[in-house]
Every structure is written in C-alpha cells, then in structure tokens.
C-alpha cells in the first residue's frame, strides 16, 4: 500500500518504528510505568514506604546478607488489594542477627554488629510472638536470611525497595505536570493565537513574565506559597511548564487559523470554541505531543531539584531526589554507589524520554 493511501498517523506510526532508540526509549519507559504501578508487589520491603529501618546494617553493599528476626508488634493480618498498591502497614520489628539458638521456648540470638566487643546476647520468649503458638512455627516463619541487592541506605534501608517505590514519584510527576502544563498552556495559546489583537498581547506579556524568571525559582516560590507536599510539588512543576506549551500552540493557531477548513466553520456557523476544540487543536497536537515528552524530561529534573533542596516530597516518602540529597556525601566516603543508583535512574529516565521526543518528533514530521 503507498502512502499516499495510508493515514498520516500510520505513516508516523511506521516511520517511528523504524527508529531504533525511540522504539527501545519508549519500552524502557514503558518497563519503568510497570515498576512503579507495582513497586509494592515487586520490592522485597513491601511495607508504605519501604521504611523498615535496620541501624546496625547501615551503607552496605549491594548483594550484602544477614540473618534477620521478625517480631511482630500484633497479629500478622492478611495481606489486602490495597496493600500491594500503596504498601502493607510495618506490623513487625525486623532485628538483624548473626546467630540464634533455641532453648525451650526461648530464641538466644546476637544482634548484628561489626565490632566483636560489642556483641551481646540476647533472648526473646514465645510469648513476645503474637499469635503463633510454637517457637518451632516461630523459627519457620519468622527467622529468615535476607538479601539486599542493591545494599542498604544509611538508615538500614532497603536500597531496591526504595528505588521502586520511589520511581512512582518522578513517573507521576511527569504525568500531572505535563497534564497541567498542556491543558493551561492550550488555554492561553489557543486564546492569544486565535483572537489576536490586545488579547494575544496580554497572553504574550504574560508568558514573557513567567518564562524570565528561572524554573527553578519560581517553582521553589509556588511550592512555598502552597507548602511543602506530594502534590503541592506536582502542581508548582505543572504551573510553571505551560508557557513553551502555549508559545508552541499560539503560533500553531496563527499559521492554521486561516486554512480553508477553518474558513468553512466560520462560514457554517460554529462558534469559537468549537472549532478552536473540534478543527484546531486536533490538527496541531503533534507539535504538542513533542514538547510534552521534553517537559515530562524536565519535570522529573525539577522534582528531583527540589527533593534535593528538600521542597520536594518530604520524608518517609522516598524520592529519587531525596535520596542523592541523603547520600551525595558517601562519593568521598567509599560508597559512592549509595547516590550513583538513584543518579543514574534519575539520567536514564530523562534520556528515555528525551529520545522518546525526538523520535516523535522525526514521525510526525511531514516533510520527511
């Protein structure tokens, strides 16, 4: 079949195929939203947060084990739907051991530690067990050997877990801002390109006023006027990316305002906001959908800005930001993998996104 019978969309559909990176940018994007959407299910820590805290394993490295103590703080429940989505509530205290033994319904252990003097044993009944009835039971189930894969943060976490459960942070804040940043950046583009006059003036002034002042600045004032919080980061980052958006969509409308299908609505009667919504917009998305994969880059650079400085989403609620701020000191101490994980995640995210754009923006070049 040629082209010329084909869609415009399925041409771009295979002219973005055939791009190799964007094809494989777009999987590893897509690979990243799996992993997030099931952090809970996937992380080896699944309670909310991944914050089971264990002081005497801190700064280990990534493949380090350790025998480790579960004592429960109530009767274990059941796991729930809704736990392997937003985490299973903390309902024991895990200790890091290095030997138990048992003597009737006793476990002898020795907690965890590095120094040989400062071993010290310690015992714990049956009765501290909630809701099992044996130590034999007890030994099964709660004394378990576990694995850190990508080692333990400086407070005795689980680095894995926190990498997952804190990619839901940069993925969702690229979603919300981007949504933010298209549907206000629409609103004023398609207002100052389409009436023109005083009106796009106004648009205009305003768009220069809020693109001269630095990102990062003004995102930091909003947060600050609404207050540190999960969402109050996402809608500062979304309010403050709408203006490449509204200048991409303004002068979009100008060059398209007087096409001849435009001309016909007006001719037929429709009102503004019909054909700017039924006949514009959906013949200028494409340049839209483009700077909205580099602003969901950008999004993620911002939020992860300003965890650093500490205005981003705020502790236990791990963050890919947060954690290079906890741990950018460990680089000269040795383990500089403590902040290189979540850099690195942080560059290969934004890179997939990036790649992703240009190579939309190739398909949906028509030119070509």
Same mark, same amino acid.
């Given at each position: 079949?040629?082209?010329?019978?084909?869609?415009?969309?399925?041409?771009?559909?295979?002219? /973005?195929?055939?791009?190799?990176?964007?094809? /494989?940018?777009?999987?590893?994007?897509?690979?990243?939203?799996?992993?997030?959407?099931?952090?809970?299910?996937?992380?080896?820590?699944?309670?909310?947060? +991944?914050?089971?805290?264990?002081?005497?394993?801190?700064?280990?490295?990534?493949?380090?084990?350790?025998?480790?103590?579960?004592?429960?703080?109530?009767?274990?429940?059941?796991?729930?739907?809704?736990?392997?989505?937003?985490?299973?509530?903390?309902?024991?205290?895990?200790?890091?051991?290095?030997?138990?033994?048992?003597?009737?319904?006793?476990?002898?252990?020795?907690?965890?530690?590095?120094?040989?003097?400062?071993?010290?044993?310690?015992?714990? @009944?049956?009765?501290? /067990?909630?809701?099992?009835?044996?130590?034999?039971?007890?030994?099964?189930?709660?004394?378990?050997?576990?694995?850190?894969?990508?080692?333990?943060?400086?407070?005795?976490?689980?680095?894995?877990?926190?990498?997952?459960?804190?990619?839901?942070?940069?993925?969702?804040?690229?979603?919300?801002?981007?949504?933010?940043?298209?549907?206000?950046?629409?609103?004023?583009?398609?207002?100052?390109?389409?009436?023109?006059?005083?009106?796009?003036?106004?648009?205009?002034?305003?768009?220069?006023?809020?693109?001269?002042?630095?990102?990062?600045?003004?995102?930091?004032?909003?947060?600050?006027?609404?207050?540190?919080?999960?969402?109050?980061?996402?809608?500062?980052?979304?309010?403050?990316?709408?203006?490449?958006?509204?200048?991409?969509?303004?002068?979009?409308?100008?060059?398209?305002?007087?096409?001849?299908?435009?001309?016909? +609505?007006?001719?037929?009667?429709?009102?503004?906001?019909?054909?700017?919504?039924?006949?514009?917009?959906?013949?200028?998305?494409?340049?839209?959908?483009?700077?909205?994969?580099?602003?969901?880059?950008? +999004?993620?650079?911002?939020?992860?800005?300003?965890?650093?400085?500490?205005?981003? +989403?705020?502790?236990?609620?791990?963050?890919?930001?947060?954690?290079?701020?906890?741990?950018? @000191?460990?680089?000269?101490?040795?383990?500089?993998?403590?902040?290189?994980?979540?850099?690195?995640?942080?560059?290969?995210?934004?890179?997939?996104?990036?790649?992703?754009?240009?190579?939309?923006?190739?398909?949906?070049?028509?030119?070509?």
């Amino acid at each position: 079949m040629s082209k010329s019978n084909q869609s415009l969309t399925n041409i771009a559909l295979q002219k /973005f195929r055939k791009n190799f990176w964007g094809v /494989f940018s777009f999987a590893y994007i897509v690979l990243m939203i799996f992993l997030a959407l099931f952090a809970y299910v996937l992380a080896p820590d699944n309670s909310e947060n +991944a914050n089971q805290m264990h002081l005497s394993i801190h700064s280990k490295s990534p493949g380090f084990k350790v025998q480790m103590l579960a004592v429960p703080s109530e009767k274990i429940a059941s796991k729930t739907l809704k736990g392997y989505f937003f985490g299973h509530p903390n309902q024991v205290t895990e200790i890091p051991i290095l030997e138990y033994k048992i003597s009737g319904n006793i476990i002898q252990y020795v907690e965890y530690t590095e120094d040989a003097e400062l071993k010290q044993t310690k015992e714990i @009944s049956l009765d501290k /067990f909630i809701g099992f009835s044996s130590i034999q039971e007890v030994e099964k189930e709660l004394i378990t050997t576990k694995k850190f894969h990508l080692g333990t943060d400086k407070y005795g976490r689980d680095l894995l877990s926190r990498m997952l459960v804190g990619s839901r942070v940069s993925i969702s804040i690229g979603f919300v801002a981007v949504l933010i940043s298209v549907i206000v950046g629409l609103f004023f583009g398609a207002l100052g390109g389409y009436y023109g006059g005083k009106i796009d003036i106004m648009v205009m002034w305003l768009v220069n006023v809020i693109w001269s002042i630095p990102t990062l600045l003004l995102v930091i004032a909003i947060t600050l006027a609404l207050g540190k919080g999960f969402w109050q980061v996402f809608v500062a980052v979304g309010l403050t990316m709408w203006v490449e958006v509204a200048r991409v969509v303004r002068g979009q409308i100008i060059s398209v305002k007087e096409m001849q299908y435009v001309t016909a +609505a007006r001719a037929l009667g429709f009102s503004d906001i019909r054909i700017i919504l039924n006949h514009i917009i959906p013949n200028i998305m494409a340049p839209v959908i483009v700077i909205s994969a580099a602003n969901f880059a950008s +999004a993620i650079l911002v939020e992860s800005g300003l965890s650093f400085l500490g205005l981003g +989403a705020q502790p236990p609620i791990p963050s890919w930001g947060g954690m290079i701020k906890d741990h950018y @000191s460990y680089i000269i101490l040795g383990k500089p993998y403590l902040a290189l994980v979540p850099g690195t995640a942080i560059m290969l995210i934004t890179l997939a996104f990036m790649m992703t754009g240009n190579s939309l923006r190739d398909a949906l070049d028509v030119k070509q």
